[in-house]
């Protein structure tokens, strides 16, 4: 009788979205390689060639290199069928024969298709220098003796896997477009016929590497330059339209940038700073009676809003074209209280692709004028009913700066800043927040890397008087130069002479129609300075103005702006925009130079009139102006920064060259690792026969390190100011297992034995100051993070661990390669030392979330970062029972040993070597249900039975 397992909802496989089948080896190599695939769907290329206007000699030229470079891929299958032997391989040998007579068929119809754009395949005598390191990296996989199945197929998968991608998003974004030359390419791509092929590899490769003969890292290592070569041979094509010109970046803030809209949080700083004056005063009593008051007041304020902006919708905004739409109240106030707002969305239920069916409209841009206006007058009234509320009183700078740290940017966001700072675009911020200082002290750090020199570059020079140690004096600069590099237009409270809050606001953005204002005069002074350096020999062209919003009061400028491009799942915003006829397109179907040109002065189809201006309304009815939709910032770097250049050399890629650990190595490390601590030092001691330790670094021995040549162990953590728990732990079990303790802070908690009462998140920027200071110079001989409080921290974690493993495994190749005098005696040691280098440090990841006393350290956001960053780069991961539960992110409890084995099982498919789930809450959790049943019979605790003996049980899982 089969065993009977739970019910799991599962997103039926649509193969039409160009996305392997979740769950096997494949998917999580795609999803490793995101910045690489989304670099190339907004590659000039494939750009250009979904839009019909790639030139026709770079389109033949590509023709030829195709043909050239599928020869070797049908090679390629050849060598892998070779190795296809015994019985366990006769399912791949079936697929792989069907994949290679594909390829031959393909490369019979690549003749005719080639005849058909005036070229021969024959003509090809020598392959471009990015075709050539294409073909070479597969011919040294393949022909690689001791290379399997699936490593050659790892190497050969990205290309077929981002072709049926590019084909089925390029299908999508230009469905109702009229069809030009290279359509054909998009069709034959986004076919069933085509996508069946990657299917079918993806399937094989998936089975092949349940074996686990094959370590994720090897073929992540595969996978990834395959991709990276791709994007390569895209760039090597003749006569590619020049990249985009971006001239002038401008962004919304609130759920823009955020992760949440941070009026609540301004607001909860308010209350607190109320209370604890109260507190001080008065009390703890009157302190919390004045909470629940004020509580009670932002909450009115909240549903006031709510309510009133529903009756304003219901009476300037027509029927939603599509049936049974539900649109719920979007703004910084319906956000501010938190339980409201998330019940109000939870009752819209998910409804992102509502209008997806729905006939488009004529566009209105009278009636759309009018609508913003009117939606710009109701939220000024209600600033207005804020500001008599005088429920910001009493706050200060400090305040506000400190409630700063506890909002996180989306991922990617501060990139994208940075490197727009760093290209030298300006970039400003728009919003209609209530306190500068807020957004400002939020994109401090952002600021800070833009405004800080170029690695390469010299940097400024102070005065004399900063030399000479004038703190304020470096302060202001410091300050200067985060002003010049992002430029933030918001309100401001307004302080009294204390330097408290008065409760009122200086008003410069207070809604959309005041973003409208802004932005034109943003883009007036963009236009200026152009004009002012058009007689100088160096001067750039005008490059198009970018704004990217998510919510209605961004409507206006989105329109304004030469590309308009929104993030983010609001409804109303979509609702509003399908209902006055306005369109929105994939990114990916925006073209390389905009047709309209708002910032050099023209006309645009994407005005929107204001005001007196209804005959230019009326002007513009006929047009339908469109507006683009990001999934990601990521999706928003790649389509304004183009593809990164990727080394055309080949790199080494011999069998063995990334992760050559066993099995048994790392089972030894987790079972001789009873608790995070204890891991830490094991790492550097039980896995030093899988790293190649630089000869600057002192040597890992092959047991515990000795007290006269301790190996360096880093621990990347938070302080906690108690000394049980952290940074302060970490190194003293480092020290009591013979290591030599290394620290980088990632956070400092004002913390005891009676719980966390606060938390200051170090900055990214420093935070990546301190470990470029300790890993290229002490050179850790094993690592261990404990609490990263936000995505950013992890993103910048993972980024220097990675950085400072690929310097390893260069000294490692390197080392290997260099002259040596060789003896018969040496022949086992040789071979032993081979089978060490170029291999992952082993790293610890504790994925602290929740302290013992159960205050959260970190954000929602860290999970989903650490599932993608930094779990698949750990030796072992450490989780407590929450921690689990979190990382598997299901819903489902961990209250058992049971519970503990599944889950276990679920994070090692992260990409981890271990798993060490502790289990310390558990036997907690089973004393207090002993303690619950006793209570349950009305037993007092001295007449309960004698409690069963409760053990603390750990479970380990390696992958057997």
Known sequence: MAEATPSVQIRPYNQFEGLPISGGMSERLWNNTQQEVLEALHHPFVTSLALGTLDRCCFQHYILQDAFFLSYFAKAYAAALDKCNGPQHSHTKVVLSKLLLGVHTELQLHS?????????????????????????????????????????????????????????????????????????????????????????????????????????????????????????????????????????????????????????????????????????????????????????????????????????????????????????????????????????????????????????????????????????????????????????????????????????????????????????????????????????????????????????????????????????????????????????????????????????????????TDKHTAMNKLLQQYLHSRSCSASTDTAAPVGAAVYVGDSTSDILPLLKADCGIIIGHNKLLRRVLRTFGVRTQPLCSAPMVPVNRTSTGGSSSNNVAIGNGSSSAQHNAAFAPVLYEAASWHEISAFLFGPSSYSTHTDRVAHGSINGSSAGNGTALCAAATTTGAAIASAAAAMATDVQVPAAAPAVAPAVATAANPSPVLTIAGSDSGGGAGIQADLKTIMANGGFGLSVLTAVTAQNTRGVQDVHTIPPAFLAQQLDSVLYDLKPAAIKTGMLPDAASVEVVADKLMQYIASLEQQGATAEGSPANHTDDDAGRDEQQKRQSNVQLPIVVDPVMISTSGHALAVGSVADALKRRLIPLAAVITPNLSEAEKLCGDGRPVQSVEDMETAAAELHKLGCKSVLLKGGHLAQLQHQQQQAAAAAVGLQQEEAAPQQLVQAIDVLYDGQ
């Open 112 to 512: 005719s298709y080639a005849a058909q754009w005036g070229v021969s395949v024959s003509e090809v005598l020598q392959p471009s220098a990015a075709t050539a390191a294409y073909t070479d990296y597969l011919m040294e996989v393949a022909n690689d003796p001791e290379a399997s199945v699936a490593e050659i197929l790892a190497a050969m998968i990205p290309c077929s896997r981002l072709y049926g991608y590019l084909g089925c998003q390029l299908s999508a974004a230009t469905a109702g477009l009229p069809e030009h030359a290279y359509s054909e390419w998009v069709k034959t791509y986004s076919s069933a016929e085509y996508l069946a092929g990657p299917v079918a590899k993806e399937e094989c490769f998936d089975k092949l590497c349940e074996a686990g003969t094959v370590s994720y890292d090897r073929l992540k290592q595969l996978y990834t330059r395959a991709m990276q070569l791709e994007l390569n041979f895209f760039s090597a094509q003749p006569g590619l339209p020049s990249s985009r010109r971006i001239g002038l970046f401008i962004c919304d803030f609130d759920e823009t940038c955020t992760e949440q809209d941070t009026i609540g949080v301004l607001m909860n700083a308010a209350v607190e700073a109320k209370v604890k004056a109260c507190s001080a005063s008065q009390g703890s009593t009157a302190a919390e009676q004045l909470k629940q008051l004020l509580s009670a007041q932002v909450k009115q304020l909240a549903d006031n809003y709510i309510a009133k902006q529903q009756l304003l919708l219901a009476q300037i905004l027509p029927p939603d074209p599509t049936p049974a739409a539900a649109v719920v109240a979007h703004s910084s106030m319906a956000v501010a209280t938190g339980p409201t707002a998330s019940a109000a969305a939870a009752a819209a239920g998910d409804n992102a692709a509502i209008g997806a069916a729905a006939a488009p409209r004529r566009y209105d841009a009278a009636g759309l004028a009018g609508f913003c206006q009117q939606l710009s007058d109701f939220d000024i009234a209600m600033n207005q009913v804020v500001v008599d509320s005088d429920c910001l009183a009493g706050l200060t700078a400090d305040d506000i700066k400190r409630a700063a740290t506890r909002v996180q940017l989306q991922p990617g966001c501060r990139q994208v800043l940075v490197d727009a700072a760093a290209a030298h675009i300006p970039v400003a911020v728009l919003s209609v927040n209530w306190s500068k200082t807020l957004v400002s002290s939020v994109l401090a750090p952002t600021a800070m890397a833009a405004a800080a020199p170029t690695p390469g570059t010299a940097a400024a020079i102070p005065p004399a008087a900063a030399v000479d140690g004038s703190e304020q004096q470096q302060q202001g600069q410091q300050q200067q130069q985060q002003d010049q590099s992002i430029h933030v237009h918001a309100n401001e409270l307004i302080w009294g002479p204390d330097g408290t809050a008065t409760g009122d606001i200086e008003w410069e953005v207070q809604c959309g």
